[in-house]
């Protein structure tokens, strides 16, 4: 195990347990490591003094994480995956989703590029009468970590 004193843009430090460097490297292209202040994934290394094992001394194993840390873990990557492969609509989520829908009926092609936003509780209601196929996502925040 390799332990990281790591560091986001705004300053905040913090260590990371890590199976190897390699590891490291991975969990950071996937946005999997996140700043437990402000959950920026852009962290680096910050200097450190190397650990000298000493095999007298028992090492323990960082713990596993919690159910809710898998959950936060899980919905960060989930909103990262649809941040990048879809767009943001905004607040004209049901007016954009309703249009798609009225154009696949009359046979027109849709952009093969998802969307995704807000609406309103009247919107959904709406948006379920005409029959219009949309999956609620539960959005974690950004700086929930």
Same mark, same amino acid.
Request: proline letters at 8%; a negative charge; one cysteine or more.
């Given at each position: #195990?390799? +332990?990281?004193?790591?560091? +986001?843009?705004?300053?905040? /430090?913090? /260590? ?9 490297? %991975?969990?950071? &292209?996937?946005?999997?490591?996140? +700043? ?6 852009? @962290?680096?290394?910050? =200097? #450190?003094?190397?650990? =000298?094992? $000493? ?9 596993? *994480? ?5 959950? %936060? ?9 649809? &941040?990048?492969?879809? &767009?943001? @609509?905004?607040?004209?989520?049901? /007016? ?12 027109? $092609?849709?952009?093969? $590029? ?8 009247? /919107?959904?209601?709406? *948006? ?18």
């Amino acid at each position: #195990m390799i +332990c990281y004193r790591l560091h +986001c843009p705004t300053g905040h /430090e913090f /260590e990371g347990w890590f199976p190897s460097g390699d590891a490291f490297d %991975r969990q950071k &292209e996937t946005g999997l490591v996140s +700043c437990p202040e402000c959950g920026a994934t852009e @962290v680096s290394k910050s =200097l #450190m003094a190397p650990a =000298l094992a $000493r095999p007298a001394i028992a090492r323990k194993d960082p713990a596993p *994480l919690s159910p809710v840390d898998q959950l %936060r873990l899980a919905l960060r990557q989930l909103r990262k995956e649809v &941040e990048a492969q879809c &767009e943001d @609509v905004g607040d004209r989520f049901a /007016e954009e989703a309703l249009r798609r829908h009225d154009a696949n009926q009359d046979g027109d $092609r849709q952009p093969a $590029r998802g969307i995704y936003g807000t609406m309103s509780d009247t /919107e959904r209601e709406r *948006l379920e009468d005409e029959g219009v196929d949309f999956t609620p996502v539960p959005w974690i925040d950004r700086s929930d970590n």
